[in-house]
């Protein structure tokens, strides 16, 4: 399928002040998650192995994750956690590097989903129990990767930009004993890159993670975006913002189209 750049208005067309306002919105509201995503990019590179930020939030290495075994603290500010009965994880994926497996558990009959975004924020896969996704290994690709399916994946999701996030949830009763049921499948959850597959579910003991220094602090939610020099970057990000279509061919080779 080709996709067509838009060249903008003809040449000489007035541009009203109400339009020119509207845009511009526009582009500000747009742009605010890409320079969110990006900024936390920029953070997570710097960690050194899955942990908690504080010892409250999961953090790690870029194209990896690093779960909870509890329901998230109410102190916790660098991300908004709506969902208060689940136990969280979170990752942030670079897909320029290479593709990012995703181990998914047998839950069983118990609720779970797991969010992937791109770096505008928007869903591309369908990863959870209301989608029916079968226990096993997934696959998380950038826009321009191109490559052949490991015959032990199952799917294969592809995201319109490299940078973006992926964040576990996984339901939890607030009973001591759903507590300890629930660590057997926490430590199937994992992602990590291509070039670590080995066709065999790994697993973590997420108890045992290192603890990091806290990530902003203070009561007010961790500020990601500067709003000084925001307007600057709207340009730059729309600039070099694209998307890509594809199609999957039965030869389980991905290619841009």
């Not at 995503?37 to 908690?52: D, S």
């Not at 075994?69 to 994880?89: F, L, S, W």
């Not at 690709?141 to 399916?149: I, Q, T």
């Amino acid at each position: 399928m080709e996709t067509k750049s838009v060249s903008g208005p003809v040449t000489g067309t007035r541009l009203t002040e109400e339009y020119v306002r509207m845009l511009g919105r526009l582009a500000y509201f747009m742009t605010w998650p890409m320079v969110n995503m990006h900024n936390r990019h920029t953070i997570f590179q710097k960690v050194p192995e899955p942990g908690l930020a504080g010892g409250i939030v999961p953090v790690a290495p870029l194209n990896q994750l690093s779960m909870l075994t509890d329901y998230i603290d109410p102190m916790e500010r660098v991300v908004a956690c709506p969902n208060q009965d689940v136990v969280y994880g979170l990752g942030i994926t670079s897909l320029d590097r290479e593709p990012v497996i995703v181990q998914v558990p047998d839950f069983g009959d118990r609720f779970w989903v797991y969010q992937a975004c791109d770096q505008r924020t928007d869903g591309f896969t369908r990863l959870g129990k209301m989608y029916g996704t079968e226990p096993g290994f997934y696959m998380l690709v950038g826009p321009e990767w191109r490559g052949d399916l490991p015959k032990s994946v199952k799917n294969v999701f592809r995201s319109p930009t490299n940078i973006g996030a992926i964040i576990p949830r996984v339901f939890m009763n607030d009973t001591a004993d759903d507590r300890k049921k629930i660590q057997p499948l926490i430590s199937q959850i994992m992602a990590y890159p291509l070039s670590q597959f080995t066709g065999e579910m790994k697993t973590k003991d997420w108890s045992k993670t290192p603890e990091f220094p806290s990530i902003g602090g203070g009561e007010e939610e961790v500020q990601w975006v500067m709003p000084e020099p925001f307007p600057k970057c709207c340009l730059r990000f729309w600039t070099r913002s694209h998307r890509f279509q594809v199609r999957r061919h039965s030869t389980n080779k991905f290619v841009q189209s």
